[in-house]
């Protein structure tokens, strides 16, 4: 497919993912408690459950279409309508995910276990183990500038990270 042609919901347009990397990085060079400590909120959150927000409702409802039979968000369709505002959602397959991740504090565990097949079979193999079984963190140098009377810092491109600070400068020149 040419570029100015894959739709972007097309497994072409999925990249590699590196939140994981990049938690375990952090943890590991930077951290001041166990990954699995600081991974506990979210693990509880994805267990427990929580409200949907009026952001997620709307999302889903937006793109039921799209994503109403993706057994990744089947959470967020229940019975096969999309949340609304305020229903309880939990997310047991992400809640053991990263129990798992927790446990050991290796990146294996995500990439070269259960998630990273699953990655591998939803883009049709495009993306491949050993594609996964690359090291995804980097350390780069933070896009900053000033807004507000702080400096507020992002992730340089090829991340939209820019975008937040960028529209603050915007908002600071209307006063």
């Not at 972007?8 to 990049?22: A, K, M, N, R, S």
């Not at 375990?24 to 951290?31: A, H, K, P, R, W």
């Not at 039979?69 to 309508?81: H, R, T």
Request: aromatic share 6%; glycine share 10%.
């Amino acid at each position: 497919l040419p570029a100015d042609r894959i739709p972007e919901d097309h497994p072409l347009v999925v990249t590699v993912p590196g939140c994981v990397d990049g938690l375990v990085t952090l943890s590991d060079e930077l951290g001041q408690m166990p990954l699995g400590d600081a991974l506990q909120p979210a693990i509880e959150l994805a267990s427990d459950g929580f409200p949907a927000s009026r952001e997620q409702a709307a999302a889903f409802r937006a793109k039921s279409a799209v994503y109403r039979d993706n057994p990744a968000v089947a959470s967020f369709y229940p019975g096969g309508e999309p949340v609304d505002v305020g229903d309880h959602v939990t997310r047991p397959e992400l809640a053991s995910t990263l129990e798992a991740l927790a446990t050991t504090g290796d990146r294996d565990t995500f990439y070269l276990g259960l998630p990273g097949e699953d990655i591998i079979t939803a883009v049709g193999g495009l993306i491949t183990k050993a594609d996964l079984d690359v090291d995804q963190a980097e350390w780069v140098e933070p896009l900053g500038c000033e807004v507000f009377g702080t400096t507020a810092w992002t992730m340089p491109p090829n991340s939209q990270g820019y975008l937040g600070p960028a529209t603050l400068a915007v908002f600071e020149m209307l006063d």
